[in-house]
């Protein structure tokens, strides 16, 4: 009886509907998010994540009608984001159905947002997303999408989130994210095995290795991946029993 | 049957509506005093810090009608904080009362595992409970928590616990009394059954 690791589909967002891009840029059409949301649930997803990759001001009312129909939807947990300012938006958000926010670049300019969140929701709401990139020294936190270098350290960062109230850090690796080669190992397993909460490894998975290694090598608690679920690279059931097979403790699909 | 849903703008009653929703169930936001005292089925839906749950409670005048209610064997359900609300008091917020329908007090989990204790975990059961008829004994339900009834799983009104750390009370029992440490609104099939189940013994 141990927590299983957990298997996380994200849906990245227009607002409206599901694109991908590779490396951040790039998008095409993916699809209706209620409809993947559904297949999802059924297929033995143990949460959701939903983002709103635009996060532009006037879409928001649309996002957040996206949340609902896709909250509809579940009975497994979601957490939502992109765009998440301050307060108010984070509310908005959990009244449409999220049971967690998740918040980079406006942490960044604004860490104390993350002990808002946490005083207001509590810190298994809080998720805080770092975009990690290799540099010479160690990792960078990038922001904007991850256009931007923010002159940060990823570790230092995320400890520094964890202690501001963050229950959970989204890390995604830059190098990896579109490139299907794997997991980040090295940068994911330097953050988790620093910080005091749970993490989910993102960016670069397409094969059942690439899990199974994110969660032995890696130490992550959770791993995310968008296309390769979208595309029916990888089924989650599937997925999961390759895991099983290889011991590492998962919830299976009935 | 109405269910009524204790709202005290905690960020999860809507997913536990559309669950009770689901199972032909409707249900009501209440934050009222007339309103608790008027019920015939309450949930208790927390998340948060449970400083803002007893605070709340308190403010709101809600504690009497809500012991009187639970007294007078109205069933009652308790989530996550919900259930951790019914001890006598938390070492989230030591200075506050908790309901006290339950000995014991609430406590950190140990920080020498990841927390909140965040996913999906079994728990082992202690013994026979309504709440968990015809769900798997190996099934998993979602869990998001660092408080828990810690060492309090071998007491009289704990039917099944968990480990994270420590052992804790993850399914209670007692008389009129039913709570859960997981979110059955967020625990797929094996949640749905357990609020069914509540459903059906309030009925």
């Known amino acids: 009886m141990t927590l299983a690791r957990r298997i996380i589909p994200c849906l990245d967002t227009d607002g409206a509907r599901v694109v991908k891009g590779v490396n951040f840029a790039g998008l095409r059409d993916a699809g209706d998010p209620a409809v993947l949301a559904a297949r999802y649930n059924a297929e033995g997803a143990d949460e959701l994540v939903v983002l709103d990759i635009a ?3 006037d879409q928001r009312p649309t996002f957040l009608e996206t949340i609902r129909r896709v909250a509809a939807e579940l009975a497994i947990p979601l957490t939502a984001g992109g765009g998440i300012r301050s307060l108010e938006d984070a509310r908005a958000v959990v009244l449409a159905g999220a049971d967690k926010v998740t918040v980079n670049t406006a942490a960044v300019a604004r860490p104390v947002l993350i002990s808002e969140l946490s005083r207001e929701f509590g810190s298994q709401a809080v998720v805080v997303a770092i975009d990690g990139k290799r540099t010479a020294k160690g990792w960078d936190v990038m922001v904007r999408g991850g256009r931007e270098s923010a002159g940060l350290d990823a570790i230092a960062w995320a400890q520094q989130g964890v202690s501001l109230g963050a229950g959970e850090i989204l890390l995604t690796s830059v190098d990896r994210d579109g490139t299907q080669l794997g997991f980040d190992v090295p940068l994911t397993a330097a953050i988790s095995r620093e910080v005091s909460v749970p993490l989910i490894a993102s960016g670069g998975a397409k094969l059942p290795e690439h899990f199974a290694e994110i969660f032995s090598e890696g130490a992550a608690d959770a791993a995310l991946a968008a296309s390769i679920f979208h595309d029916n690279v990888q089924s989650i059931r599937e997925l999961k029993h390759f895991l099983a097979a290889n011991g590492i403790e998962v919830r299976l699909p009935c | 049957m109405i269910v009524t849903l204790l709202d005290y703008g905690a960020g999860n009653a809507t997913s536990v509506e559309r669950a009770l929703k689901r199972l032909g169930a409707d249900s009501i936001r209440a934050g009222a005093p007339e309103q608790i005292a008027d019920a015939q089925v309450i949930v208790l839906p927390g998340v948060g810090h449970f400083a803002t749950l007893i605070r709340t409670l308190d403010e709101r005048a809600l504690r009497p009608p809500l012991l009187d209610a639970i007294a007078r064997g109205v069933p009652f359900l308790g989530i996550c904080l919900g259930l951790q609300a019914l001890y ?4 989230e917020a030591p200075s506050l009362s908790g309901l006290t329908l339950l000995a014991g007090k609430v406590r950190g989990l140990p920080s020498s595992v990841k927390l909140p204790h965040m996913g999906w975990n079994q728990v082992r059961i202690e013994r026979p409970s309504r709440l968990l008829e015809n769900v798997s004994a190996d099934a998993y339900f979602y869990f998001a928590h660092s408080y828990a009834a810690v060492d309090l799983d071998r007491s009289e009104a704990c039917v099944a616990a968990c480990t994270h750390g420590a052992n804790f009370a993850a399914v209670l029992e007692h008389k009129n009394v039913c ?21 059906e013994l309030a009925a």
Do not use: T, Y
């Open chain 1, 55 to 57: 996060a532009s001001r």
């Open chain 2, 88 to 91: 006598e008091s938390s070492e």
């Open chain 2, 179 to 199: 709570a859960v440490q997981f979110h059955p609104e967020k625990s797929g099939a094996p949640g749905a059954q357990i609020l069914r189940n509540f459903l």
